[in-house]
């Protein structure tokens, strides 16, 4: 039972809890992205908050309103459009009025992304009147869920502190009254940008560069180095380990947070631009760590005419963290030729699981990269 889809449906909004908490350093490198906006002149004033600084749209926002969108559609229990990102710095003495959302609005996600003095608590009523008001405490990274076009909120007088970083996350029903606010009527997000096929586009390989934030790709690979984490050798097929084919340690990570959501929902987003096919989830993430004559020797993902599985494996989608090694080439493989999209460090690339592919021995330094499995139903 998703208890958090079962109270949003009954009482229009919920507390998110731990479950769906954003990393708190990555809130801080948001946060440090906010004020560099404030320094630089690129906010502006709203009349709910006359104090305070606010932000549209910008690529790093609503680039986490795309990653965190499998989040929310699992706690709110629906299929979601993603419309636009809205963020503040608020400042003493200021408040949020109460008040209702435009259409764009209809599912929204309010984020603590960090804060000097008190946590200040953000209200919620389904009446005008505030005779029903509930009081919603964040912390850094937690979120609270509210049909914003249905459910007041407000802020009291900020009183609790020097200065808060919050980011709103709009979102609409896809087979709701306001599907057409996809994107808040633009023709896409702020991070959006063209996608670029490679030069063979016929064998259906799709690529983003600098898709995934130093930062991020530098977190990750910190993380994965940790000596308290116990990784395995990757594994061919299920359970058979042959180092001759295969060699790289294998770190299994979430599909659903992080960097693992943020390739699955790249991956949705082109698959919905270009192949189309009917994918359901992403049910598998792992991080990968090549040391020296580390190697895949080339391979399919999906075991299609043997797994007998109500789903199979569709689209894989690969992030590449760092590109400080030598060898180690990811490669398609197309007759007698090997092709080689671009990878280099924050590369995203997405390709159908049925395609024949390898990676070539790593000669120096460690190659670190991440993989996604995007499941549907059987292709027939």
Known sequence: MNNHADIFKQNKYVYLGDKFKVDPKYCDFLTQQLFKEIQNNTTEKDDQCPLSEAIYGQEYLDKLLEDIQPQIEEAS????????????????????????????????????????????????????????????????????????????????????????????????????????????????????????????????????????????????????SRPDYIKDKGQIGKGFINNDIRSVDRLPIPPDLGIGASLASWGMGVNNDFWKFDLKFANQSELLIYEPGGKYEQHIDTAYFVDKSLYVRKLTVLGFLNDDYEGGKFYIVNGHEKLYPPQGKGTVLAFPSFLLHGVEPVTKGTRYSVVTWLIGPRFI
Not at 132 to 156: C, F, N, P, Q, S
């Open 77 to 224: 229990g629906l299929k979601l459009y993603p419309t636009y990102s809205y963020a503040r710095i608020y400042s003493p003495n200021d408040e949020l009025k109460i008040h209702r959302d435009r259409p764009s609005c209809e599912i929204s996600v309010t984020i603590n992304l960090g804060y000097q003095g008190n946590i200040w608590p953000i209200y919620m009523s389904h009446n005008e009147d505030k005779s029903d008001a509930t009081k919603i405490m964040l912390d850094v990274g937690e979120g609270a869920l509210y049909k914003g076009e249905e459910v007041y909120h407000w802020r009291e007088p900020y009183k609790e502190g020097e200065w808060l970083s919050q980011v709103f996350l709009h979102y609409v029903d896809v087979n709701g009254p306001y599907a057409e606010y996809k994107y808040d009527k633009r023709p896409k997000l702020a991070h959006h940008k063209p996608i670029e096929p490679t030069e063979q586009i016929q064998y259906e390989c799709m690529y983003k560069d600098n898709h995934l934030p130093d930062e991020l790709c530098e977190s990750v690979i910190k993380t994965g």
